[in-house]
């Protein structure tokens, strides 16, 4: 019962610093495009792009659209249904008021219920792709300003549907009005996608066996340590409504809360349960999972997208060849525009250095680890809701510029459309091509994926070193007033 005071006492310090809170920009990684797109780092002067640069390739490696729940996920909602009716009927068996429970509590049942197919790219998923895929053309109306061809414009898709029919949903956005097919003028274009099997470009996470291996041996303690935070927000609610949640409950209503938020545009029901201190540690939790299982918590969570990495640069060096050589326009690639999901973004970013700091870049560079995000109310950088929401995207852009006189090409990397400084690039957003090659793809292209992806070789490196839980244990818990290293102010 003293969480409850700790965590208002908190959650006021919290409010009165950031007002006005809006829950569906706190999601983690089920956050939606359009609840995050517009949020930018206020502190960063992006670079003008000078005069007489023109952009002549585009990379674009994008996560898919907002999505419905998974089977697994469904069956979970089906199960909290029934926990919820029973603390319902517990709390009336032992006489309890239940004046404090919201009236959707009583009768709730899922929105899902029924449903025996999941996961699937959902309306507003497709909106948020079509919309990308307009503006996308209009921001950059040089590059796509040619007729299509499959081999100028080429679009990569995984083999899972929600990804390909973002893939179709952007380039229908993209080619609007540039074909022949029915009222709105489109056209057919081609999506190419390689076998879960296979696909060590975009679905590298599904074919590294000593990712597998790390994520297995690792999830039990990120579980561990996400646990002293449900406790104490189990506690808190239990308290203020008199129903006896369980862990798994708040787990529940958080994924709930999340999936109402974010495709439903629902805000007063589950995510109404916690008060908005509870949601930025709940949200915490989830960050800290991506952190460590995705991001920058261990290499080999980015290390194993190098394949990505090495076609990225290819096409760039090839555009810049083919503009150099003066090839015509409709004869060389000038989009290569790739659909995947958060575990190929989220390492895509890392390889690029996003949300880092010079002095955590440098550190990533010496292989040291780096440090947790820090928790709230501190404030930290990696935050899912940014780093990948859905339709999360990277797009690296490549100008050439005839007139400066330091170098003839640049390259500009925009995260959710938004330039963002590059660590590597003395914290610029407008990167000289060969710093770019030279200072952040190279130091990673040493690294084989074959040599890293084999458990047998890489095995020590990625278990845990003794001591390493109760070190973050510690960690979590300490009193630490000079906050984190990856976290920033």
Known sequence: ??????????????????????????????????????????????SLVPNGCTPIHLNLVARHGTRSPTKKRIKELDKLTTSLQERIRHAKERGLSLQEVPDWLFEWKSPWKGKVMGGELIVKGEHELYDLGIRTRERFPDIFKDDYHPDVYSIRATQVPRASASAVAFGMGLFSGRGSLGPGNHRAFAVISESRASD???????????????????????????????????DSVSACYG????????????????????????????????????????????????????????????RMGVPLLEDVLRSMELAVRAHQEGHPHGSFEKARLRFAHAETIVPFSCLLGLFLDGAEFEMI????????????????????STVAPFAGNNMLV????????????????????????????????????????????????????????????????????????????????????????????
């Open 1 to 46: 019962m003293l969480a409850v005071p700790l965590i208002f006492a908190v959650f006021t310090l919290s409010l009165a610093a950031e007002t006005p809170f809006d829950v569906r920009q706190h999601l983690s990684t089920v956050t939606s495009y359009g609840a995050v797109k517009d949020i930018a780092d206020d502190s960063f002067v992006t």
């Open 398 to 489: 490549v100008y050439s510029c005839p007139a400066n006189s330091s170098s003839n090409y640049y390259v500009r990397v925009l995260h959710n459309e938004h330039p963002i400084p590059l660590p590597g690039c003395n914290n610029s957003d407008f990167c000289p091509f060969e710093v770019f090659k030279e200072r952040i793809v190279k130091p990673h292209l040493k690294h084989d994926y074959n040599a890293i992806c084999n458990v047998k070789e890489v095995q020590h490196e990625t278990d845990p070193k003794p001591g390493w839980l109760s070190s973050l244990f510690n960690w979590l818990f300490a009193c630490d007033s000079q906050g984190v290293a990856s976290g920033g102010g």
């Open 243 to 302: 129903l006896n949640f369980t862990r798994q409950d708040i787990s529940s209503l958080w994924f709930l809360c999340k999936q109402e938020a974010s495709l439903l545009d629902i805000t007063d029901q589950a995510c109404n349960l916690f008060n908005p201190f509870e949601i930025e540690l709940l949200e915490w939790t989830d960050d800290l999972e991506g952190f460590v299982l995705k991001g920058y918590g261990n290499s080999v969570n980015y």
């Open 365 to 384: 560079q010496r292989e040291e680890r780096l440090g947790l995000p820090p928790k709230p109310p501190q404030k930290r950088r990696w935050k899912g």
């Open 200 to 234: 060590i470009m975009l679905r590298f996470f599904d074919t590294c066996q000593t990712y597998k291996h790390y994520r297995e041996s690792q999830e039990p303690a990120v579980e561990k340590l996400k646990e002293p935070v449900f406790e104490e927000i189990k």
